[in-house]
């Protein structure tokens, strides 16, 4: 569904007009960043700047293609066919964002092929009929690409049907500005926050797979915004979720007392 106000978003760059000159010539989406950066948000604003619906598959290791496309079920007795999301948004028109879309299975991810390129078809051989894609269908997909590996990775053929947009972190003052909008922190709060986020973000140390994300930003900030002290509340939205080694949660913690000094409230 189409969100009735749009969802806070503040673009980087120009992804917002390539986005939208890929929708309106019928291209797919391929979105890139780290996790916690905003895709999903971006995807959701856009779909209400296009006016249209929106359709959202978290994409893990047993999607199978029976999930996107749809099955029969046996219900009141009678068999009947049962659309998936995939063939929904085919169907009606909608935007179909598949999130995180590596960690489907390659045999899985197949069935996007002639949904990617100039046939926008969507085969559906339990049916026996094929779909053409209706106007104002638009597949986009999004991935980590922190994540990759031999076992993880999007297929090439896959990957060169795509637009690829490029999403980061935002500059630290734009970061201020979400994190204070999205949690209803104060600002200098939000300014210490996004510091820490800064710090750890230039960390080089194998303990931590991710990296503070704007996402835990905010969780910090809903946390502060509730009553919590700052130093509480990094710990346990911010450093908490990035490691479970100890040695590194402690450097995380002694960081986040650096930053704050005297305004994170209690040790």
Same mark, same amino acid.
């Given at each position: 569904m189409t969100a009735s106000t749009r969802p806070y978003y503040v673009p980087?760059?120009?992804?917002?007009?390539?986005?939208?000159?890929?929708f309106r010539r019928g291209l797919p989406v391929l979105l890139k960043g780290p996790t916690g950066c905003g895709k999903t948000r971006f995807v959701e604003a856009m779909a209400f700047d296009l006016a249209r619906p929106l359709v959202t598959v978290a994409c893990h290791d047993d999607l199978t293609t029976a999930d996107l496309v749809g099955?029969?079920?046996? $219900?009141? *007795?009678? &068999?009947t066919w049962v659309d998936g999301p995939l063939t929904t948004a085919v169907r009606h028109g909608a935007i179909c964002y598949l999130d995180e879309?590596?960690?489907?299975?390659q045999d899985t991810t197949v069935v996007l092929h002639p949904l990617a390129d100039h046939r926008r078809q969507l085969p559906i051989? $339990?049916? *026996?009929? &094929?779909?053409?894609?209706?106007?104002?269908f638009c597949l986009v997909v999004s991935y980590n690409p922190g994540y990759q590996s031999v076992l993880k990775d999007l297929k090439d053929s896959t990957r060169q049907r795509m637009v690829a947009i490029e999403l980061g972190f935002p500059p630290p003052d734009v970061e201020e500005k979400i994190v204070a909008h999205e949690s209803g922190v104060d600002q200098h709060s939000a300014a210490l926050l996004v510091q820490i986020g800064q710090a750890i973000r230039r960390l080089d140390t194998a303990g931590l797979r991710e990296v503070a994300s704007t996402r835990v930003l905010v969780a910090a900030g809903h946390l502060v915004a509730e009553g919590l002290d700052l130093r509480q509340a990094a710990r346990a939205a911010v450093a908490g979720p990035l490691s479970d080694d100890p040695l590194v949660t402690r450097g995380l913690f002694e960081m986040i007392d650096a930053y704050l000094g005297g305004d994170g409230g209690p040790d």
């Open positions: 980087l760059g120009s992804e917002e007009q390539v986005f939208a000159t890929a099955r029969f079920l046996l $219900r009141g *007795g009678e &068999t879309i590596v960690e489907a299975r051989d $339990r049916l *026996g009929v &094929t779909l053409d894609a209706a106007p104002g």
